[in-house]
């Protein structure tokens, strides 16, 4: 219902979810740090991006930074 109310009144008629959690690398980086090594969690790093895969949006810093905050909300995609 959610998603039919966000189609009916979003100027882009399309809604996305919020950009909190992703899979993100893990940090620190270091020497003994496997560096394709992905972990679902919060942002918490200006370095944490996930592309969406599958027709799903991006999540992490830049997603969360515009306003695109809480994974639970649902938001008028751009």
């Excluded at 189609?7 to 993100?24: N, P």
């Excluded at 003994?32 to 592309?51: G, H, L, R």
């Excluded at 969406?52 to 695109?68: D, E, H, L, V």
Aim: glycine share 12%.
């Amino acid at each position: 219902k959610l998603n039919a109310l966000g189609e009916a009144y979003c100027v882009s008629k399309k809604t996305r979810r919020g950009g909190t959690f992703g899979d993100f690398k893990l940090e620190p980086e270091g020497n003994d740090t496997n560096q394709s090594e992905k972990n679902y969690e919060i942002v918490d790093s200006s370095k944490d991006e996930a592309s969406g895969t599958g027709g799903s949006p991006s999540a992490g810093y830049t997603a969360f930074m515009s306003g695109f905050r809480w994974t639970h909300h649902l938001y008028c995609d751009e």
